[in-house]
């Protein structure tokens, strides 16, 4: 929940660049971040103001010390992302006017075909950019940065980042409550050997959150890739296997979609698809397993409102359902011997609420 703190810091931000004569829109709809939309003095700019929201779960490794920065060094070589201006001293990001592709109510979630050509012109453009092209500032440590081409190694760092960042530095509050669902520390040499192996792939420039809400139809029917926080250099797999996890697009369009990035991504780079048949199948693996002691977590956090004293009886059966679904989904890359009944992961949780606690979240807001 956004604290009144919170709110009024970005909202006062907002304001003082606007001055009396501009327009301040929002905040819009965002997990992450509250954001503002800034119709500057004149008409002739919008830019978006955002702080990251208090009390917000963050679980991703951050590659690029800036997101503007990025912005800036991308410019002339994505073709349609959000420029960077500087306003009263600082950096901005234009405000793509349009819809998300997720707002768009299509049958069974398919994509239409303009836009699916247009995201696979996006990976082509990425796989052009290799990391000796990019003197952005980094803020991973180099312990963090696989060698070009290590694909194993790099798929390996962000299993090492999920269980050292996440799973061991939540456990003091959420020990009790991984282990009775069956997520314990031999969970993760069991993932790390169930993905390791990959096939050497040149790296290059990565998303690394590609998915519906973070793709910007405008009004011709252009498609805007948003939100390049979690970009990386890396495996360009990885990130058509990032997209494909959270895309869900039906299986024909999944197909379709890696058929389509196999051909550009050779034709820019010859090795950048080599092993796919192989290697998708596992990385989307570590995507489902990636995701379960953050979703613990969060589900757990969802059930205490307000102050966190009081539990949300009403919610838990929900809750329950959905981490019993998360569990499923991973417990064969993890080494699950079996998956917690919907009772018993009710059980779990409200124990959990019971138990004194120990230690508190851990929160990154850098």
Request: hydrophobic fraction near 40%; glycine fraction near 10%; aromatic fraction near 8%.
């Amino acid at each position: 929940m956004t604290t009144p703190q919170a709110v009024s810091e970005a909202k006062r931000r907002a304001d003082e660049l606007v001055g009396g004569d501009g327009v301040v829109e929002g905040p819009l709809k965002g997990y992450h971040h509250e954001t503002y939309v800034l119709r500057l003095p004149g008409g002739t700019r919008t830019v978006k103001v955002r702080e990251p929201r208090a009390q917000i779960l963050w679980f991703d490794r951050r590659c690029f010390h800036s997101e503007e920065e990025l912005l800036r060094a991308l410019q002339g070589r994505i073709t349609r992302i959000p420029t960077v201006l500087d306003v009263e001293g600082m950096k901005l990001q234009s405000f793509i006017e349009g819809r998300t592709v997720g707002r768009y109510p299509w049958r069974n979630g398919r994509v239409p075909e303009s836009f699916l050509v247009q995201i696979v012109g996006l990976f082509q453009e990425m796989v052009r950019i290799t990391p000796q092209m990019l003197t952005v500032n980094r803020r991973c440590e180099s312990r963090d940065r696989a060698d070009d081409g290590d694909s194993n190694g790099f798929l390996g760092r962000l299993v090492a980042f999920c269980e050292e960042q996440v799973f061991e530095k939540n456990r003091p509050r959420f020990g009790v409550l991984f282990d009775e669902l069956g997520v314990k520390g031999e969970s993760f040499s069991r993932l790390r050997d169930n993905v390791s192996g990959l096939t050497e792939r040149p790296f290059c420039l990565l998303h690394g959150d590609l998915h519906r809400q973070n793709m910007i139809v405008d009004p011709v029917g252009q498609l805007w890739a948003i939100d390049w926080e979690l970009a990386m250099l890396g495996d360009p797999l990885y990130d058509l296997a990032t997209h494909i996890h959270l895309m869900k697009y039906p299986a024909g369009q999944r197909d379709q979609v890696t058929r389509a990035w196999r051909e550009v991504v050779e034709g820019v780079r010859s090795g950048s698809s080599f092993g796919w048949e192989r290697d998708l199948p596992r990385i989307l693996a570590f995507k489902k397993a990636q995701s379960v002691p953050t979703d613990i977590i969060r589900v757990a956090e969802s059930l205490l409102p307000g102050d966190g004293t009081s539990f949300n009886w009403r919610g838990l059966p929900l809750a329950a359902l959905k981490l019993q679904k998360v569990l499923g989904n991973a417990a064969g890359v993890l080494g699950m011997k079996r998956v917690p009944g919907h009772a018993e992961i009710m059980g779990a949780l409200v124990r959990w609420h019971r138990m004194p606690k120990t230690g508190l979240t851990e929160l990154d807001r850098t």
